[in-house]
């Protein structure tokens, strides 16, 4: 047994995790989550902004304080799209560093993707999975789209830039533009995914992410999250659209004011449901597995499978 810490430092929400390592399973001790949306206007000035870094720099002073009253033994904290671009990336790390002791790993689009694959099939029953696999990964600044082919081969890795916070930023309202430009993004991607007539018969499409995990939640008529009940929850076509529709025809404050929209999350999800309806559709795929479990789960593990 290892008593490990994960920290996600994504474009919209930082996460952090504490769990007890056993055999390959994950028995978690402590749970927090942040939106910063670090990735805030990185669009258009190509540089984390000001603002952003003190949120940073708030939610990881914090993280650091609950992490070490369980005292880990090892502790791996990683960085996606946002730092990943940034101008001023290495000032960010160095001044994270200094203000809380965080060495921060800079994940690539395909190290950032193996490990979501990781942390969902953590999460994932033997008896749930069927071959081929797809997994979306829809973050805040990126998308990770992961094929495995059978059990044991090797994972086909992309990371695109599409995000439900850079594309809120960048289309704003305009939504048929938004899905235009995912299409265009998707299609080339998805090509080179295409294993004789596999795509248009895909066996199991699973999906993890803030965008995703939240839908399902709506589905579900939550009032709490529960990671228990959005875990493996099948998320059917009509009752995306159904979410989508309804999302839509509120103003994002209203959206704010669901259940588990708060703290911003209404202000992007449409941005991130469309990219779900998009690759889909483009897959042909019957619903969405939702995942409670990615990215976050994948960092743990990967820390305490080296330390």
Known sequence: MIRACGIDIGSNSFRLLVAEVREGRLYPLAHDLVTVRLGEGLGLSG??????????????????????????????????????????????????????GLRIEVLSGEEEARLALSGVLSA??????????????????????????????????????????????????????????????????????TVGDMVGHTSLLVAS?????????????????????????????????????????????????????SDGRGEIIVAGAIILQELRQALASPSLLVSDAGLLEGILLSGAADS
């Open 124 to 193: 994932l029953p033997e008896d749930r999975r069927r071959y081929p696999l797809f997994l979306a990964d829809v973050g805040g600044g990126s998308t990770e789209i992961i094929l495995q082919v059978t059990a044991r081969s090797e994972p086909r890795l992309i990371s695109l830039p599409l995000g439900a916070v850079g594309l809120t930023e960048e289309f704003g309202a305009d939504h048929e533009a938004m899905c235009e430009k995912i299409r265009m993004t998707f299609a080339p991607a998805l090509r080179s995914f």
């Open 47 to 100: 540089r984390l902004a000001p603002q952003a870094v003190l949120r940073a720099e708030a939610a990881l002073t914090r993280f650091v304080e609950t992490m070490d009253a369980y005292r880990p033994e090892c502790v791996r904290a990683c960085a996606t799209h946002a730092v990943r671009v940034a101008g001023n990336k290495d000032d960010f790390l160095q001044r994270i560093k200094e203000q809380t």
């Open 209 to 261: 992410g803030g965008t995703v995990t939240s839908l399902a939640a709506l589905a579900l008529g939550l009032d709490r999250y529960d990671a228990q009940r959005v875990q493996n929850f099948n998320l059917d076509p009509a009752t995306l659209h159904s979410l989508y529709a309804g999302l839509v025809a509120l103003s994002p404050r209203d959206r704010n004011d669901l259940p588990g929209l």
